[in-house]
Nanobody, 116 residues
């Protein structure tokens, strides 16, 4: 089992940047495939980006491609999501999801608000 804690959210102006962190504890985090999701008010949760257990394979939702970078630091058991050129439509609660086989775990989320 793994416990996930997201951090790094906040209020940022359009065009600004944030780095979200997903810190894991409780299990060998390097064995998990990790995804970032987000959920805006009144909308369904959507996949933003993902990274494989080796940190070599990544993917991004088209709306964030070129503005987001997902990475992982196995020594710190942490996955990061760097978001640049933020837009108001990026406003949402961002969640970290870790998956290994049939087991999946979620963090509590971190709020990102993009507004002037």
């Amino acid at each position: 089992q793994v416990q996930l804690v997201e951090s790094g959210g906040g209020l940022v102006q359009p065009g600004g940047s944030l780095r979200l962190s997903c810190a894991a504890s409780g299990s060998t985090f390097s064995n998990y495939f990790v995804r970032w999701y987000r959920q805006a008010p009144g909308k369904e949760r959507e996949l933003v980006a993902g990274i494989d257990s080796y940190g070599l394979g990544t993917f991004y939702q088209p709306s964030v491609k070129g503005r987001a970078t997902i990475s992982r630091d196995s020594a710190k058991s942490t996955v990061y999501l760097q978001m640049n050129s933020l837009k108001p439509e990026d406003t949402a609660v961002y969640y970290c999801n870790a998956v290994q086989g049939v087991f999946g775990y979620w963090g509590q989320g971190t709020q990102v608000t993009v507004s002037s």
